[in-house]
């Protein structure tokens, strides 16, 4: 296989077009009968595809449904990346994500292997080169504001992996530097740093990665007016502490494009009392906001509730479903607020314990079944986000990395999982704002 990626054109991701060469048995490492060496290597290909940014997907094709193991060589050693087997009818075994672009080595060697039905043994290997850190990062600072005034520094790590410590540099004018670390973990794409333009001049704010530098300006005083600024809609973020982490990330997330407010009542549960339908009709009518996100409904949302018969139901059969969500339905209904609203409602993702999986699958149906029917409601399920496989995990694969996404409590999300969940509802949420900015077509 070679590599056809043309030098004389920058471009800010590797995009390399793959060409398949057949490979002789030496090259393959093929234990087969020689007669039977051509015909058997020309069906072996191999290849590592870097068109998505931050990952590297690797497809070996010759193995039938054969298990494939993929490896990648780190100086003289194989580091096994994961194992991969072909649906039916699929020519070829795929490792989606197999793991991240480096900082560190620009040059990735891989090697697959596979051994068929019949013994005979399957090798194949091949390099690809990714783009350095140059681009990977992105300042976001505002261009002016007033003396005195608080600007807000954001961070975008275009790859999206995080797992990176850039080392961040305000500087005022006339003076030296304040820097600091910004730590990102694994799959946190964006970090944020506030400081108080206390002088009037050019501030600059300088990003440093290894031997790679990122500069903003931010000019402070003259020209700030801000009279005719725009006012930013307002998403409110709201729920119980399962809404805690990714309110913070969504507000990086959506920028100057949005004002979030973050309303998180800790230990508040929709089938205790009637404080959530209450309240949801209190936000609405305080806030106006244009998009309500919401996460309530943890392990723990299991009181009993009074049935449309006046009967008492215990968690969780279906007369207890229905009754939940009968209370989740009213609340929908405030946050929309007669049509001018949008709602992101998310599930709560599965708990360790077994017999609060019970609580949360029946939270999940009643969620879906208050949404039905409801414009404007959109039900984003992170259960299934965070248990792919329908079951408890720690840890999903995520952008050719294994992260690691829950808390120690087997409930909540810890920082890596609160900042996937803010990362993917950020274009939706945008999306939803624009279509209510936009005048209907006549």
């Not at 931010?218 to 930013?232: I, L, M, N, P």
């Amino acid at each position: 296989m070679s590599r056809v990626c043309p030098h004389a054109v920058v471009v800010p991701v590797a995009m390399c077009v793959f060409v398949f060469a057949a490979s002789g048995a030496s090259a393959t490492g093929l234990s087969v009968a020689p007669s039977d060496r051509v015909a058997a290597a020309s069906k072996i290909r191999f290849a590592a595809d870097t068109t998505q940014t931050g990952v590297i997907n690797l497809a070996f094709s010759g193995a039938g449904d054969a298990p494939v193991k993929f490896y990648e060589r780190v100086g003289g050693r194989l580091k096994l990346l994961g194992t991969g087997q072909a649906a039916p009818g699929v020519p070829a075994t795929l490792l989606k994500d197999a793991t991240t672009w480096s900082c560190d080595r620009l040059v990735r060697r891989f090697t697959a292997k596979s051994t068929l039905a019949d013994g005979t043994h399957l090798k194949q290997a091949t390099s690809v080169r990714t783009v350095s850190c140059a681009q990977r990062f992105e300042l976001r600072a505002p261009r002016r504001v007033a003396p005195g005034a608080v600007a807000r520094v954001r961070v975008v790590d275009r790859w999206k992996i995080g797992a990176i410590r850039p080392s961040l540099c305000i500087t005022p004018p006339q003076s030296t530097p304040a820097c600091r670390r910004l730590v990102l973990p694994r799959a946190v794409a964006i970090a944020a740093r506030a400081f108080r333009a206390s002088t009037s001049g050019r501030w600059r704010v300088e990003l440093k990665v290894r031997d790679q530098r990122v500069r903003a300006f931010v000019a402070v005083g003259a020209g700030t007016s801000t009279s005719h600024a725009r006012v930013a809609p307002i998403v409110l973020a709201t729920g119980d502490s399962t809404m805690q982490g990714i309110d913070s990330f969504l507000s990086d997330e959506l920028g100057e494009r949005a004002t979030l407010v973050s309303d998180v009542t800790l230990g508040s549960r929709i089938s205790r009392g009637n404080f959530w339908t209450k309240h949801a009709a209190s936000q609405a009518s305080h806030h106006r906001q244009r998009v309500t996100v919401i996460s309530v409904g943890a392990a723990y949302d299991a009181y009993p509730l009074t049935t449309a018969g006046a009967a008492i139901a215990e968690c969780c059969d279906a007369p207890w479903i229905f009754a939940y969500a009968h209370r989740v339905r009213r609340m929908m209904r405030s946050y929309l607020r007669g049509g001018h609203g949008r709602v992101f409602w998310l599930t709560p993702p599965l708990p360790r314990d077994h017999d609060r999986q019970r609580i949360t699958t029946a939270v999940e149906f009643a969620v879906e079944h208050a949404a039905k029917g409801l414009t404007g409601v959109r039900v984003v399920r992170v259960d299934h986000l965070f248990s792919p496989d329908g079951g408890y995990t720690d840890v999903i694969r995520y952008r050719g990395s294994d992260v690691r996404v829950r808390d120690r409590d087997g409930i909540h999300l810890n920082t890596s999982g609160t900042a996937i969940v803010a990362r993917l509802l950020a274009p939706a949420i945008q999306q939803a704002l624009t279509e209510m900015n936009t005048p209907r077509a006549r």
